[in-house]
Nanobody, 123 residues
Framework: EVQLVESGGALVQPGGSLNLSCAAS????????MNWLRQAPGKGLELVTR???????YYLKSVQGRFTVSRDNAKNMIYLQMNNLQSEDSALYYC?????????????????RGQGTQVTVSS
């Protein structure tokens, strides 16, 4: 059974930083692409970043240069370092395994996912 447990979300001021973590189990992690998704109230499910099994990455344009995704295959973990956070980054953040099709970065809201971790950027 696939299990994904996100952590690290918090309330932070604009310009602040957070580091999210995702613990994965139940599948061959080292062979899997991994994704961070987010959903803000009233909005769709957005692909923020992907780290492929070979370590290459993709970023949503609006987070390029501010967010960094990484993975530790020995620990079955992925991380999302988020710097210079802005109010528009406020959302529930999820990790998701595999290659998911997200046209124009918008994903199917019916995707199975974990409980997520809340990031709120506010002064």
């Amino acid at each position: 059974e696939v299990q994904l447990v996100e952590s690290g979300g918090a309330l932070v001021q604009p310009g602040g930083s957070l580091n999210l973590s995702c613990a994965a189990s139940g599948f061959d992690f080292s062979q899997s692409h991994m994704n961070w998704l987010r959903q803000a109230p009233g909005k769709g499910l957005e692909l923020v970043t992907r780290i492929y099994d070979d370590g290459s990455t993709y970023y949503l344009k609006s987070v390029q240069g501010r967010f960094t995704v990484s993975r530790d295959n020995a620990k079955n973990m992925i991380y999302l370092q988020m710097n210079n956070l802005q109010s528009e980054d406020s959302a529930l953040y999820y990790c998701k395994e595999g290659f998911i099709n997200c046209p124009n970065s918008w994903c199917d809201e019916n995707l199975s996912r974990g409980q997520g971790t809340q990031v709120t950027v506010s002064s």
